[in-house]
């Protein structure tokens, strides 16, 4: 199946820095990436959608000045969590969109990262 | 307001019984539903997914059954392998305006399969 990475696996940081998490699709190319974040023993909760050369969708409540996502290429998204604080450690998955899918496999369906798992102290 | 509900968190069973793992929904418009299961520190992956127009999806061990009446869907795996444990996330497809889908996910369900 399609791979998606995610670059840091995991990430400490002290409270007021800027982090940068990438998230690249590596054998496909996604017009459409998703940014999610987990937190203990809750559901995957939706940040933002990313179109590839246009701004991003958030979902209700997620600040886009603080969570900053740019999809500049068809293979790549970043989120820069800007001063982040300790209520911003979290895990972070990213997905991205192979859209078009026949035989079962669900419309528009998902590739997920690996995470990140975000400290901030 | 939570759209997909799974009530249990955990289930344990006996290798090569069948696991069940329910999952309830409240939007009507939902397109597909989908099962993923993730390990920890790791992403999901792709299980299983249904049509909302269908009410029977098989693939190997694993069947999704649909019942739009009652708005609820079961994942149902038999029989069961140890490998099988791990955090089952129920997740629906729906549309969220433009030419976007998003996928709105449960809490997940831990299935602890015993040798």
């Known amino acids: 199946g399609a791979v998606v990475s995610q670059h840091p696996s995991r990430v400490i940081c002290k409270s007021g820095t800027s982090v940068k998490i990438e998230c690249r699709s590596l054998d496909f190319q996604a017009t459409t990436m998703f940014w999610y974040r987990q937190f203990p023993k809750q559901s995957l909760m939706l940040m933002a959608t990313?179109?590839?050369?246009?701004?991003?969708?958030?979902e209700q409540g997620v600040e886009k000045d603080k969570f900053l996502i740019n999809h500049a290429s068809l293979t790549l998204s970043t989120l820069t969590v800007t001063s982040a604080h300790p209520e911003d450690s979290s895990f972070y998955i990213c997905?991205?969109?192979?859209?078009?899918?026949?035989?079962?496999?669900?419309?528009?369906?998902?590739?997920f990262g690996p995470g990140t798992r975000l400290t901030v102290l | 307001d939570q759209q997909v509900k799974q009530n249990s968190p955990s289930l344990s069973v006996q290798e090569g019984r069948i696991s069940i793992l329910n999952c309830d929904y409240t939007?009507?418009?939902?397109?597909?539903f989908l099962w993923y299961k993730k390990y920890p520190a790791e992403g999901p992956t792709f299980l299983i997914s249904i049509s909302s127009i269908k009410d029977k999806n098989e693939d190997g061990r694993f069947t999704v059954f649909l019942n739009k009446s009652a708005k609820h869907l079961s994942l149902h795996i038999v029989p069961s392998q140890p490998g099988d444990s791990a955090v089952y996330f129920c997740?629906?497809?729906?549309?969220?305006?433009?030419?976007?889908?998003?996928?709105?996910f449960g809490k997940g369900t831990l299935l602890t399969v015993n040798p």
């Open positions: 939007n009507s418009m939902f397109d597909y």
């Open positions: 997905s991205a969109r192979e859209s078009g899918l026949a035989g079962g496999k669900g419309l528009n369906e998902q590739f």
């Open positions: 990313s179109n590839e050369g246009s701004k991003a969708t958030y």
């Open positions: 997740a629906a497809l729906g549309y969220s305006g433009g030419s976007n889908y998003k996928l709105t």
